[in-house]
T-cell receptor
Framework: GDSVTQTEGLVTLTKGLPVMLNCTYQ??????LFWYVQHLNEAPKLLLK?????KRTEHQGFYATLHKSSSSFHLQKSSVQLSDSALYFC??????????????FGIGTLLSVKP | EAAVTQSPRSKVAVTGGKVTLSCHQT?????MYWYRQDTGHGLRLIHY???????EKGDIPDGYKASRPSQENFSLILELASLSQTAVYFC????????????FGEGSRLIVV
């Protein structure tokens, strides 16, 4: 069935370093992938999304490229800041029931940025 | 910006008691969702609705009911709360459910004792 895999539960980095959070997916349909970010005690918010193969999508310094050949949608940033500390979810839009699609979320990766 | 509000934001309930979590959106969105968040499981879909007076089961509906009396309101009901239902619950809305952004409320933390 449709699924999303995030392999890192916790990533700890020093401010200013680059980061890549892994996301791979499985689906038999045309993929539509999302990254959501959740800061402590806040609601998850959309960070970026894509359904276009091999096209880089960027927002707030973060970027990701959907690669259908490897079923991946890794999230990257060239220089992390303290304010980037948060829980990051990768999600896949998949057909569901008789009423369209739903989002399937990965378990999330907690990014902790140290001074 | 989209506005989804949940109440209560935090609640302690006794085992076997009834709990109602409420959600209100002012976005005029057709779709509304209830998700449960647990460490190690991410966000899992409990119930959703795409029109008033109709609800659909998600992936983990057991022990939960839902009610959508109007386009703006969507409630999650735990008739007999259990310890395993201790979690953070998020309501969300979206204009459609195909490739569109979900707008989440700020969550309701439920502790069942």
């Amino acid at each position: 069935g449709d699924s999303v895999t995030q392999t890192e539960g916790l990533v700890t980095l020093t401010k200013g370093l680059p980061v890549m959070l892994n996301c791979t997916y499985q689906t038999t349909y045309s993929p539509f992938l999302f990254w959501y970010v959740q800061h402590l005690n806040e609601a998850p918010k959309l960070l970026l999304k894509s359904s276009t193969d091999n096209k880089r999508t960027e927002h707030q310094g973060f970027y990701a490229t959907l690669h259908k050949s490897s079923s991946s949608f890794h999230l990257q940033k060239s220089s992390v800041q303290l304010s980037d500390s948060a829980l990051y979810f990768c999600a896949l839009s998949a057909p569901y029931g008789s009423s369209g699609n739903k989002l399937i979320f990965g378990i999330g990766t907690l990014l902790s940025v140290k001074p | 910006e989209a506005a989804v509000t949940q109440s209560p934001r935090s609640k302690v309930a006794v085992t076997g008691g009834k709990v109602t979590l409420s959600c209100h959106q002012t976005n005029n969105h057709d779709y509304m969702y209830w998700y449960r968040q647990d460490t190690g499981h991410g966000l899992r879909l409990i119930h959703y609705s795409y029109v008033a007076d109709s609800t659909e089961k998600g992936d983990i509906p057991d022990g939960y009911k839902a009610s959508r009396p109007s386009q703006e309101n969507f409630s999650l009901i735990l008739e007999l709360a259990s310890l395993s239902q201790t979690a953070v619950y998020f309501c969300a809305s979206s204009p459609t459910n195909s490739g569109n952004t979900l707008y989440f409320g700020e969550g309701s933390r439920l502790i069942v004792v």
